[in-house]
């Protein structure tokens, strides 16, 4: 749990105090209200949804510290067991400079971007960047992605098994889709068919 004040959060300890808006599920302490900690939350959630082991825990690279390692921390001395198989941590996404976020409003919302483009495209525009990495927001992907989407279309009456095997293999590679996107952009340039390599990474081809 947290002690938290008006400047933010103060320090990782066994109770909360909420000092805004205060949720019903709150209490009297010695330092006001308190709350459970999102921390904890957390990992009551896993572990009565998932278990005491999970396979895979995703989140954002800027929860490692503290949340993540709170929430794995707490779980395994409650239960001795490891928490979580694997983690992936996605990267930030800046624009303008800046890192994504809700304080700041520079923010792309996909409900937006599928008023204007097949969302395709938009998710052909997210995976050529590889998820540990962090990148840029830049005008011209969306274009880009129709562009690349086309090409991939016309090429999308056949598939090729050796394709198929390699864009495998990029992904069982720590997920790298740049590489299998790239594979895929080559192979639909020199009229090799893409279909079942697109279909892999969720595009789907009519």
Known sequence: FFFQAEDGIRDYKVTGVQTCALPISSWDTLWGAGRPGWHIECSALALRELGTTIDLHGGGSDLIFPHHECERAQSE???????????????????????????????????????????????????????????????????????????????????????????????????????????????????????????LLGVLMP
């Open 77 to 199: 001395a409650a239960t001795g067991v490891p928490f979580s198989r694997h983690w992936m941590h996605v990267a930030m996404v800046f624009m303008d400079g800046h890192k994504m976020s809700k304080s700041r409003g520079n923010l792309v919302f996909v409900d937006k971007l599928r008023a204007e483009h097949d969302p395709r495209a938009i998710r052909l525009g997210l995976i050529e960047h590889h998820y540990r990495i962090e990148w840029e927001w830049d005008q011209g992907l969306m274009t880009r992605n129709e562009c690349r989407l086309e090409a991939w279309m016309a090429a999308a009456s056949s598939s090729d098994d050796s394709l198929l095997a390699d864009v495998r293999a990029a992904l069982d590679d720590d997920l790298d889709s740049p590489r299998a996107v790239s594979l895929i952009d080559e192979a639909a340039a020199r009229g090799i068919g893409v279909r079942a390599s697109a279909e």
